[in-house]
């Protein structure tokens, strides 16, 4: 199994800027990141491919952009134009069996880590 430890979550002002970290311990085929707010679904916010391949909510897009660095298997999430919306706990997750899944759902994705919360304010 995978580890995966997010970092860089904290509290903001509503046009401001984070960035999210996510250390696994091995090798994963893709990675994303979701978020979950109080009382609503764990929902999908971004995910990369090994090739760099992205995907994005759409309520995220020109806002948030995730990156990778494979040699450390390292996972980024830069979160710009920050929103009260956007406040959630915020969670790396990796794909560890590959194959053709290629999507923001949950299900899609293998390992969680514990999560990082993101507070904006307006």
């Known amino acids: 199994q995978v580890r995966l430890v997010e970092s860089g979550g904290g509290s903001v002002q509503s046009g401001g800027s984070l960035r999210l970290s996510c250390d696994a311990s091995r090798y994963t085929y893709k990675m994303g990141w979701f978020r979950q707010a109080p009382g609503k679904q764990r929902e999908g916010v971004a995910a990369i491919k090994r090739d760099g391949t992205t995907i994005y909510a759409e309520s995220v897009k020109g806002r948030f952009t995730i990156s990778q660095d494979n040699a450390n298997y390292t996972r980024y999430l830069q979160m710009n134009s920050l929103k009260p919306e956007d406040t959630a706990m915020y969670y790396c997750?990796?794909?560890?069996?590959?194959?053709?899944?290629?999507?923001?759902?949950?299900?899609?994705?293998?390992?969680w880590g514990q999560g990082t919360q993101v507070t904006v304010s307006s």
């Open positions: 997750a990796a794909d560890v069996r590959g194959g053709d899944r290629w999507s923001l759902r949950s299900s899609d994705f293998d390992a």
